[in-house]
């Protein structure tokens, strides 16, 4: 039964905080008042806490607050907050980005030199529990009317097998009649390639062999030096460079076929960098061959990250051309060709295909790339699956790996309709990956349609879904503040406390080693009722302690003692532990590495175990499809569903 207050309870706190003062200000925001002072006292019960959770806001020094666009758990126990320039302009015209580690133990921050604008990156966890973080922002979109200066893609040719060449941010290109177009980053041309065709006549003696030159290309986004609609061109044309004389003038030139005035989107930068946790740094590593805004990073089995779609170098989305990167030799190579709309949830499943169950961030046209499926990597091969409802509204949905992770069922919650649509849908739904021919069923409704939903995996096999809004971005002052459970056993969800602060665009959800749920960040595009009024990102964090915690006694909660830091070749890891008979079961859980409501790192697998005197065995899958390496948590919990704290454990390829 949920937790009521005796009458006596509510007649007090009314009396004292309701009826007084309406007596003294007889005014309706008075009954406000009163209702909001009993709300805060009966949320404050515990047997309130024990039934819903509480909510906590975490004191954030001023100078450590931050746009948290993105959110990562380290093996640590820190959580990495990267914000690059935070959406934020002015901070990327200063180059001015910011990454914060944030200790939940003792809510104590420090500041981390950020080397490129990591903002809309992608990022995933390595098998060395290192995070690669690759592309972000190399330009801020300019919208329709705001447009001052044509700008295109220009494509630049290098026709010189003995020498690449680096043409610097602000090299100008003239058109034949004389136009000047500046581009807006660096590029490098490689060597073109010389190959030779060697002939041999009848008699079989060798012929002089012919050169051929093929020309490398790069490509960059460039702008008219004046304003106004007098640099729009439709015509093809080749363009001179300024300052180059000679051999150089004619080996090295830009093509363009369309330079306009039309929006010109953000785009992306091909960067990438590991974090290390144990010097707490970015180290560089080989950049990705294409430029790359809103991306998803996946890890496969083998330890290798899978880098799919997002905006180019130019602002357009990229048709296909995924990459793989090693973690070994630290370089990209080429991944199979696909293509998908920006930030796709991508999941890795039993076997080694990736199941995409629709979801995504933004950007790409609506009718391409938005039906669910399952991809093999190896064939290139993707198998759609029906029975979604509501296909028009996957973008800004949530999507994850259900607990736990053996069951092979994928749920989405939410979303709404293609780029500012006010579209959003109450719709869940389940898929089967095990049966023969699976499909998606429509599950439990949300209580009202909603965008942007956070949703964590949690130790007791629930599902935490916190947040989001009813409309694009916020609009309209339609943050939901509302929080539940779903059970997937029940396939049903119950209510949670309800958090303070409204969560939609750029906000995210993570799971932390103590059994707690942090939220940060969010990006709401007015800050009124009336759309009269910019927003203002959020920047207060708020921390979830779900119900188990408050049912749980210091002194009676599970403790996980000595024990490996990995697993053996087995899977096997063996943990002092007092009272093992009370271990109901263990559960080896992934950290999160979350932005836009996409979070393809989180997974819960189920763990076999066996009970000794003063100590337990876990025993996980040695399938490294179901279970990738890298870092895990290890959690157990008694009969009463109250977790322990995690130990960390590696699982290594």
């Given amino acids: 039964m949920p937790y009521r207050p005796t009458k006596r309870m509510k007649k007090t706190v009314l009396g004292v905080g309701g009826v007084g003062i309406l007596a003294a200000l007889n005014a309706p925001a008075a009954f406000s008042f009163a209702e909001e002072k009993y709300h805060d006292y009966k949320i404050s019960q515990p047997g309130y806490k024990a039934q819903y959770g509480s909510w906590k806001t975490v004191d954030i020094p001023e100078e450590y607050r ?63 529990g290192r995070l690669l973080v690759a592309g972000g922002t190399a ?33 100008r290109f ?15 041309i490689p060597k073109a390639k010389r190959t030779f065709d060697i002939t041999y006549s009848r008699s079989g003696a060798m012929q002089p062999w012919k050169t051929k030159v093929k020309a490398a290309e790069e490509r960059v986004f460039v702008q008219a030096a004046e304003e106004g609609p007098a640099a729009v061109t439709e015509k093809a044309a080749q363009y001179e460079i300024e300052g180059f004389k000679g051999e150089d003038a004619d080996n090295v030139y830009g093509l363009t076929e369309k330079i306009d005035m039309e929006k010109q989107d953000f785009q992306g930068i091909r960067a990438a960098y590991e974090f290390d946790p144990k010097a707490e ?15 998803t990073l996946v890890g496969l ?57 629709a979801s995504n961030a933004g950007y790409g046209p609506a009718e391409k790339g938005r039906e669910p499926g399952l991809w093999d990597l190896k064939t290139n091969k993707f198998t759609k699956v029906p029975g979604l409802e509501d296909l028009d509204q996957t973008e800004t949905s949530s999507s994850l790996l259900l607990p736990p992770a053996q069951d092979q069922k994928v749920m989405v919650l939410g979303g709404g309709g293609v780029g500012e649509s006010d579209k959003a849908t109450k719709r869940t739904a389940v898929i089967d990956l095990k049966e023969e021919n699976p499909a998606f069923k429509t599950g439990p409704e949300l209580p009202q349609g909603t965008r942007y939903l956070n949703s964590v995996i949690m130790p007791d096999d629930s599902v935490f879904t916190s ?46 080693p103590d059994g707690r749920v942090a939220t940060f960040g969010s990006d709401s595009l007015f800050g009124d009722k009336d759309n009269t009024k910019l927003g203002k990102f959020e920047q207060r964090m708020e921390v979830f302690t779900p119900p188990y915690l408050h049912k749980a006694k210091d002194a009676d909660r599970l403790a996980l003692g000595e024990g490996p830091s990995e697993l053996d070749q087995r899977g096997r890891a063996t943990f002092k532990i007092s009272h093992p ?11 999160s590495a979350v932005t836009h409501t996409t979070d393809v790192e989180q997974r819960s697998l189920d763990l076999a175990l066996t009970k000794g005197k003063d100590s337990i065995t876990i025993d996980a899958p040695t399938d490294r499809a179901l279970v990738p390496p890298g870092w895990y948590m290890v959690f157990v919990s008694d009969q009463e569903g109250i977790p322990s704290e995690a130990k960390w454990v590696q699982v290594k390829g």
Avoid at 281 to 295: E, G
Avoid at 480 to 504: H, M, S, T, W
Avoid at 581 to 591: C, F, N, S, T, W
Wanted: proline share 7%; with cysteine; hydrophobic share 35%.
């Fill in 581 to 591: 008979e009370r271990v109901a079961k263990a559960r080896l859980m992934r950290p």
């Fill in 301 to 357: 089995q083998d330890g290798k990250v899978l880098a799919v779609s997002g905006l180019d170098e130019v602002g357009v989305v990229d048709p296909g051309d995924n990459e793989i990167y090693d973690p070994k030799t630290k370089k990209w190579s080429k991944g199979p060709f696909r293509y998908f709309p920006t930030y796709p949830a991508l999941y890795l499943t039993k076997g080694g295909k990736l199941f995409y169950p």
């Fill in 66 to 128: 931050t746009n948290a666009i993105h959110a990562a758990l380290l093996h640590t126990g820190k959580v990495l907050i990267i914000a690059g320039s935070g959406n934020n302009e002015k901070k990327f015209d200063a180059g001015s980005f910011d990454t914060i580690l944030w200790n939940p133990k003792d809510d104590t921050f420090k500041k981390v030199a950020t080397p490129e604008d990591f903002f809309c990156s992608g990022h995933s966890q390595l098998p060395d």
């Fill in 174 to 188: 003239r058109s034949p009649s004389g136009v000047l177009y500046v581009s807006q980053f660096d590029v490098k």
């Fill in 467 to 512: 947040g989001g809004s009813a409309d694009y971005r916020g609009r309209g002052a339609s943050n939901i503040l509302q929080a539940q459970f779903y059970d997937p056993k029940q396939n049903a969800f119950r209510d949670a406390a309800e958090p303070r602060v409204g969560r939609n665009y750029h906000s995210e959800a993570l799971l932390l």
């Fill in 281 to 295: 740094k970015y180290i560089p590593v080989d950049p990705m061959a294409k430029a790359r805004w809103y991306p």
């Fill in 139 to 171: 330009r801020y979109e300019v919208l329709d009317g705001a447009v001052t200066k044509a700008g295109g893609l220009m494509r630049v040719k290098n026709e010189s097998p003995d020498k690449s060449v680096t043409l610097k941010k602000g090299t």
